[in-house]
């Protein structure tokens, strides 16, 4: 697959829904042994597809994300915290967050006029730092080719439900790792210096150092959490088990895009424990999926990293047809590729 090509666009929204409809089956528990994962993916292919596996707020929210920046052929404010309100309106059931339901019912409020405001309300003035900015984030790399932009607008789009520089900056993070695999090239060792750098510049403002010394995380908190993945990459081997303690698996940014990164990087090599059948994308997303915890959240932003990286050529038919929602994902995965090679061209 060449660089920005149509396949790395079709990857990165059908991998991200794949992540969110397999990964929904084990959000929430602690452990989930390697042979569940397995026998729940190898259900897929004895079924006949149809969109039997519903997507959660990950892919609710992401679906919003990109209906917007295609109806205005950029980013919107009004117009995209318009939609996430309105689509939390229409299907509450999708799995929110506790906190975020709160952001929309004001959002929803005709007297509100600074569609910022509710979230900047969140956990006492704080802000959320929850990974509900993060999980949307990756159709920006696919509607900006200038890095300046991806960063700018996957922030911005976060920052209408989650204040907190330690969910933003999850978001923009996220949308990077997007970004980079997207234009292919490079090795685990420079993706990650790219990211590394990228988000030191970004955890250098003021808001950043003192919300992550509020939260008493220390300086530089992603870009840390960066380091420890390369780490683990450099080892031999490492337990699923040090994987969740030092890079966690939970609900808040910090304890799962870095995580997520770690998966994509992982799976770039077949692993003993997995089918030595499945391709990368496939691994990636039962690896995620064998962390347990946030699987859903974690599955979908390993797998849209991964579809960027690999393209549409590794998601399996019967995976993708079980999916709800996935002819509209292909569909206007071409019209975001459209998007981006008329900005590429300078339009
Ligand atoms: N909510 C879930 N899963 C829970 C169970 C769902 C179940 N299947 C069901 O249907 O009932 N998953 C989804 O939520 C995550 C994204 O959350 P988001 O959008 O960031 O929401 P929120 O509410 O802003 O933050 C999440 C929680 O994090 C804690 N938190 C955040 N900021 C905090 C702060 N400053 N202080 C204290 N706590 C803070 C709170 O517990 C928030 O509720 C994804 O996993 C998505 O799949
Ligand atoms: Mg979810
Ligand atoms: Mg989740």
Redesign the pocket.
């Known amino acids: 697959v060449g660089p920005a090509s149509l396949s790395r666009f079709r990857g990165t929204l059908t991998g991200a829904l794949l992540g969110d409809c397999l990964g929904?089956e084990f959000?929430?528990a602690e452990e989930v042994p390697l042979d569940r994962v397995i026998q729940h993916l190898g259900s897929l292919e004895e079924n006949r597809g149809d969109g039997i596996l519903q997507y959660?707020?990950?892919t609710a929210m992401t679906r919003c994300v990109v209906q917007s920046l295609l109806s205005r052929s950029d980013f919107d404010d009004m117009d995209m915290a318009r939609r996430f309100a309105e689509e939390y309106r229409r299907s509450p059931?999708r799995?929110?967050?506790?906190?975020?339901i709160r952001v929309f019912k004001k959002l929803l409020n005709p007297k509100c006029s600074d569609v910022f405001q509710p979230a900047r309300e969140?956990?006492n003035g704080?802000?959320?730092?929850?990974?509900?900015?993060a999980?949307r984030a990756a159709p920006f790399a696919l509607a900006y080719p200038d890095i300046h932009d991806v960063k700018k607008y996957a922030r911005r789009c976060a920052q209408l439900?989650?204040a907190?520089s330690l969910?933003y900056n999850g978001a923009v993070l996220q949308a990077l790792a997007v970004h980079l695999a997207l234009q292919g090239v490079m090795c685990w060792s420079e993706f990650l210096e790219v990211l590394i750098q990228e988000m030191e510049v970004v955890e250098g403002e003021q808001k950043s150092l003192s919300d992550a010394r509020e939260l008493n995380e220390g300086d530089y908190p992603f870009s840390n959490r960066l380091r420890k993945v390369k780490e683990f990459l450099q080892r031999n081997s490492v337990a699923i088990e040090e994987v969740v303690s030092e890079l966690g698996n939970g609900?808040?940014a910090l304890h799962s895009v870095p995580t997520a990164i770690f998966c994509f990087l992982h799976c770039l090599e077949p692993l003993p424990e997995l089918p030595p059948h499945y391709n990368g994308l496939q691994r990636t997303i039962a690896y995620s999926l064998a962390l347990g915890g946030?699987t859903?959240?974690i599955a979908t932003m390993a797998a849209a990293i991964a579809g960027a990286h690999y393209g549409i050529e590794q998601v399996p038919d019967d995976w993708k047809n079980c999916c709800e929602g996935f002819e509209e994902t292909e569909h206007w995965a071409e019209r975001l590729y459209d998007l981006y090679q008329f900005r590429a061209r300078g339009g």
């Open positions: 929904a959000e929430g959660s707020d990950d059931h799995g929110y967050g506790a906190g975020v969140q956990f704080k802000g959320s730092f929850g990974n509900g900015g999980m439900t989650h907190s969910g609900i808040a946030d859903d959240t």
